[in-house]
């Protein structure tokens, strides 16, 4: 299939899926296509409210169209699918958004099509769940009718740093042949190069375990926290010390929640106990980053009774609600889970975050947030290091105590 014959549909136009879409509409025809009509509204008048691409990114994506109608992709020859992959209240994976994409793209599918996947999933998911509802729906037959591919995204929400052309990119496809046009085609993009896996069952694997791996890192250095906390140790202060080793990783004690690492674990942790396996490593890791809210509530109240700060009626200012740094994500913020923590041991807590939109978090949360601070608290909780909120914290007057557990203040 040469350039001329490519017809991209990059389906999910958020984080991962509109940045994918700018770097193909400079090459070939690239729709971006998401159901939600008001998303691709914005995106049509040339604004993302996900800040990851600016207006004249999107305007120098010479061949990129949008659309949310079947219709607009039905020409379409290759399907990229970008949708979330989430899990429901029992922590189980949740394939519904895989699985109507799937079918979705039965009712457009040809002949000769490839459909790659770059959903975040357990190995196996892409060809024993995903490709068996393509051809159901479509009664196309899969690697002789069409074909499939899988390349993990790998964007960093909120990082202007590593864009999606500068990260190495992992590909794979259903036949060697199509692994080499899938590959081809990432390279025509991706300006850090590509890496070919064996089969789509390792890219998946591999995907996975980059979150994994990061997820049990910060567990380590979240019971270490605890451990030093007994010891009244600066946690920070042995971390720069250890780090002066040039292969000690650094990483800090923090919140791990959004859309990968606080949920990527758990596809793993199932598929495993599908086989019969239960990774206690990775298991425990999980328990000890979910609890972290309430761990840190805790300590806070400790902190506070230890300075003789009466906690009654005390006000809270919660500086911080989306799940990271200097980005407007609110998905999965365990913030809330804070923020609910410190509800419950009694505190009257006031949100302030610059970059959160504050609709976003009523309708997803049911919370009113501040985009502006006030001066509405007598103690501040740091959950969340924002530039602007540093910035405020470390001009505030020295009597207000600032809970910092991360050291971010100097």
């Known amino acids: 299939m040469n350039v001329d014959e490519k017809k991209i549909a990059i389906i999910g136009q958020g984080y991962v899926g509109l940045p994918l879409a700018v770097e193909f509409g400079k090459k070939f025809k690239t729709i971006g296509f998401d159901i939600n009509r008001s998303r691709i509204e914005e995106l049509t008048a040339g604004v993302d409210s996900t800040l990851e691409c600016s207006a004249e990114e999107l305007a120098n994506s010479t061949y990129l ?37 799937s079918e979705m793209l039965g009712n457009v599918i040809t002949k000769g099509n490839i459909v790659i996947y770059e959903s975040t999933v357990y190995p196996g998911a892409t060809e024993e769940d995903c490709i068996p509802v393509v051809e159901k729906v479509s009664g196309l037959t899969f690697n002789v009718d069409f074909f499939a591919g899988y390349s993990p995204e790998r964007i960093n929400p909120g990082d202007k740093e590593h864009r999606v052309t500068n990260i ?5 496809g259903s036949t060697p042949a199509v692994a080499e046009e899938i590959d081809s085609l990432y390279r025509s993009i991706i300006t850090a190069g590509t890496h070919k896996a064996s089969s789509i069952k390792v890219a998946e694997a591999s995907k996975v375990i980059e979150n994994v791996q990061r997820d049990v890192n910060i567990a380590l250095i979240n019971e270490l926290h605890q451990v030093f906390n007994k010891m009244d140790i ?9 780090s002066t080793k040039w292969n000690f990783m650094k ?17 793993l942790l199932h598929k495993s106990q599908t086989k019969g396996y239960i990774p206690d490593l990775i298991r425990q890791a999980r328990e000890i980053n979910d609890v972290m809210p309430a761990y840190l509530a805790q300590d806070f109240l400790h902190k506070l009774i230890k300075r003789k700060i009466n906690p009654v009626d005390c006000r809270v200012g919660l500086f911080g609600f989306t799940f990271k740094d200097n980005c407007p994500d609110i998905r999965n913020t365990k913030v809330y889970d804070l923020y609910l923590a410190l509800i419950d041991l009694g505190f009257k807590v006031t949100i302030f975050d610059p970059w959160a939109d504050v609709l976003e978090v009523q309708n997803e949360y049911k919370l009113e947030i501040n985009s502006n601070v006030t001066n509405d ?9 924002h530039t602007e909120l540093i910035e405020y914290l470390q001009n505030i007057d020295s009597n207000v105590f600032v809970y910092d557990f991360k050291g971010l203040l100097n």
């Open 168 to 172: 190495l990119k992992v590909t794979s």
């Open 377 to 385: 608290f007598d103690v501040a909780f740091l959950a969340v290091g």
């Open 251 to 267: 990483l800090l004690p923090g919140l791990v929640g959004g859309h990968c690492i606080g949920v990527d674990p758990y596809y």
């Open 65 to 101: 169209g949008y659309g949310c109608e079947l219709k607009d992709i039905a020409d379409c020859n290759i399907y990229i699918v970008t949708v979330p992959t989430p899990i429901n209240a029992i922590k189980q994976p949740d394939l519904t958004p895989l699985i109507k994409a």
């Open 234 to 242: 600066n946690t920070k202060e042995v971390i720069e010390a250890a």
